[in-house]
């Protein structure tokens, strides 16, 4: 619960700072003009535990899941570095990056599908 509590507080900190810059943005509008609407959120690594054979075997699972469940992976590996840098970073760890600043339904849903995802893979 501890490792929650501190993922609160810091979010809760990087909002404050969030809104600080934004208003500094603001601040500066007559200077700045956007082409593109301005996004952003917050995203964490997950590990879906079980852990794979190798980094080939865990982004098969991640594709065949994604086509499977109807889910948009995002496994560590493609976001950037090689194999040997995340599991030196992350022992033993399979890690997806989850966006939370999306939708709470939308996120819930793909959660489930997650879920069911990795209870497939735990069986087999």
């Given at each position: ?5 501190a993922?609160?507080?810091h979010?809760?900190?990087?909002a404050?700072h969030?809104?600080a ?6 601040d ?7 082409r593109i ?5 917050y995203?964490a ?8 054979e ?5 982004l ?6 994604g086509?499977?469940?109807a889910?948009?992976l ?6 950037g570095?090689?194999?040997e ?6 022992p ?11 939708r709470?339904d939308v996120?819930?849903?793909a959660?489930e599908r ?9 069986r087999?």
């Amino acid at each position: 619960m501890a490792d929650l509590d501190a993922a609160l507080t810091h979010w809760s900190k990087m909002a404050d700072h969030c809104a600080a810059n934004l208003a500094v943005l603001s601040d500066q509008r007559p200077h700045i003009t956007a082409r593109i609407a301005p996004r952003a959120g917050y995203s964490a690594l997950v590990d879906i535990d079980p852990s794979f054979e190798s980094a080939s075997a865990y982004l098969a699972w991640c594709r065949d899941a994604g086509i499977h469940h109807a889910l948009r992976l995002n496994p560590s590996l493609v976001l950037g570095g090689t194999p040997e840098v995340w599991e030196a970073l992350y022992p033993g760890r399979s890690l997806l990056r989850v966006n939370l600043s999306g939708r709470s339904d939308v996120f819930a849903t793909a959660l489930e599908r997650l879920a069911t995802a990795r209870a497939g893979a735990l069986r087999a």
